[in-house]
Nanobody, 115 residues
Framework: QVQLVESGGGLVQAGGSLRLSCAAS????????MGWYRQAPGKQRELVAG???????NYADSVKGRFTISRDNAKNTVYLQMNGLKSEDTAVYYC?????????WGQGTQVTVSS
C-alpha cells in the first residue's frame, strides 16, 4: 500500500510560478513510475510529467520548457516546479505512482491561474 500526499497548489497570476510536492509513504526508489497528472473541468486526466523506471523523465508537450520534475529519494518526495504558468494550466493536479503493477493516486491539489 502506498499513500501519496500532495501540497503546494493555489491561485497564481499568469506568468507566475508554483511548486507542487508529493510525499510518498514508502521509498520511491522502487516505483515503476511516479509523477503528475492533471484534470481540467470537462477534460480527461492527462499526464503532465513523470519519472519512469530508472530515472528518465517524460513531459507533456504543453509543459516542456516551463515545468520541471525533480525528486528527493531521501524524503520520498517528488516535486513539480511550474514556471510561466498559463490559464490553460488551471486544473486539479494529481500525484501518481505505479508500484508492483498497482496505481496509486493522491487526493489532488487545485492549481488556478488567473489571466
Amino acid at each position: 500500500q502506498v499513500q501519496l500526499v500532495e501540497s503546494g497548489g493555489g491561485l497564481v497570476q499568469a506568468g507566475g510560478s508554483l511548486r507542487l510536492s508529493c510525499a510518498a509513504s514508502r521509498s520511491i526508489g522502487n516505483f515503476n513510475f511516479m509523477g503528475w497528472y492533471r484534470q481540467a473541468p470537462g477534460k480527461q486526466r492527462e499526464l503532465v510529467a513523470g519519472f519512469i523506471g530508472g530515472g528518465s523523465t517524460n513531459y507533456a508537450d504543453s509543459v516542456k520548457g516551463r515545468f520541471t520534475i525533480s525528486r528527493d529519494n531521501a524524503k520520498n518526495t517528488v516535486y513539480l516546479q511550474m514556471n510561466g504558468l498559463k490559464s490553460e494550466d488551471t486544473a486539479v493536479y494529481y500525484c501518481n505512482a505505479l508500484y508492483f503493477a498497482h496505481a496509486y493516486w493522491g487526493q489532488g491539489t487545485q492549481v488556478t491561474v488567473s489571466s
